[in-house]
């Protein structure tokens, strides 16, 4: 996917900042490049801009209502740096369209995009954080298939829509469904107290997916409503199981069922609990003894 684009109608542009989005990344350089691509849309007299920003800057909260509608508020986590700096730059588009009589723009707000062969550190993340969630149920998940979304930035290229469209399949795989999806072999569900602390340590450490402020979009609903691009003739072709199934098999695991993947990881989480108790026994004697002696 392109970063930024021009059509062949002089007065549309296209910014695709999805290509900017990384977990690691503080949005610094997607603020830096909307800015630049702004400038650059004032130099070339551009009257209509396509921004594709991302349906991650409606936050996860429990209250969302479900589905999130384009009216609904921008809220994101405060923590995570990537989402707040879409936020700003959305408010950036805003302001070039509010600076000129007779410009308009067409926000895009897609769901987690996700392309064979080419998983991104965002989906990747968010899998990680689904499959090590210890609580019983979670909240139902989209991703959309990077295909649909090219389509959804060449319709509004042509029809130059304006106002804010989200951008994602019909419905949404349920929890139930994602848990079984997302589990992986040896990896390890923690309480809730002590998950953000362990995500923490691996991310400052460079050896977490998770980055701070992730976490709620795993455990609070942000699934969006497409009404409103489906309304333009937008269809999606891609649901969100084949989706995230393509985006993030591959795994030595891959060709293991959902179920068999479960049972693993399931085994490995009490072996590791068992270990952790074992040594907490043995630290606790040594002290008893050592206490008795003294």
């Given amino acids: ?49 396509v921004f594709v920003s991302s349906a991650m800057v409606y936050g996860a909260w429990e209250n969302n209502t479900v589905p999130l509608t ?28 509010r600076a000129v009589s007779g410009r308009s723009t067409t926000i895009l707000r897609p769901v ?3 392309t064979r062969g080419a998983t991104s550190s965002l989906v990747a993340a968010l899998a990680q954080a689904a499959g090590s969630e210890m609580s019983l149920s979670l909240p139902a998940a989209q991703f959309m298939h990077s295909s649909d979304l090219d389509s959804a930035i ?3 290229r042509e029809k130059c829509p304006d106002g804010v469209f989200n ?5 949404a795989i349920s929890g139930e469904r994602l848990r079984k999806l997302a589990a992986r072999p ?9 998950v953000g602390w362990v995500d923490g340590i691996r991310w ?12 709620s979009y795993s455990r609070f609903s942000w699934v969006v409503s497409n009404d409103r691009l489906k309304q333009l003739g937008w269809i999606p072709q891609v649901t969100n199981e084949e989706a995230y199934v393509e985006g993030t098999e591959g795994s030595f695991f891959g060709g293991l069922s959902a179920k068999r993947r479960q049972e693993i990881g399931l085994i490995a989480s009490v072996m590791v609990v068992v270990g952790a108790v074992a040594v907490l026994w043995r630290l606790l004697r040594h002290l008893s003894r050592h206490k008795n002696i003294g």
């Fill in 1 to 49: 996917m392109t970063q930024s684009t021009q059509t062949t109608a002089p007065c549309v542009a296209v910014l695709n900042a999805q290509s900017f989005a990384s977990s690691r990344d503080d949005g610094a350089s997607l603020i830096l490049q909307t800015r630049l691509f702004l400038t650059d849309a004032n130099n070339h007299q551009i009257t209509h801009l």
């Fill in 70 to 97: 384009e009216d609904a508020p921008v809220r994101p986590d405060p923590e995570f740096g990537m989402v707040c700096a879409f936020a700003v730059a959305e408010s950036l588009v805003e302001d070039w369209r």
């Fill in 112 to 114: 987690p995009i996700v």
């Fill in 154 to 156: 060449e319709m509004c």
């Fill in 167 to 171: 951008v994602s399949p019909d419905g």
């Fill in 186 to 194: 040896l990896q390890l569900r923690l309480p809730h107290f002590a």
């Fill in 204 to 215: 400052r450490a460079e050896r977490g997916p998770i980055p701070p402020g992730l976490r």
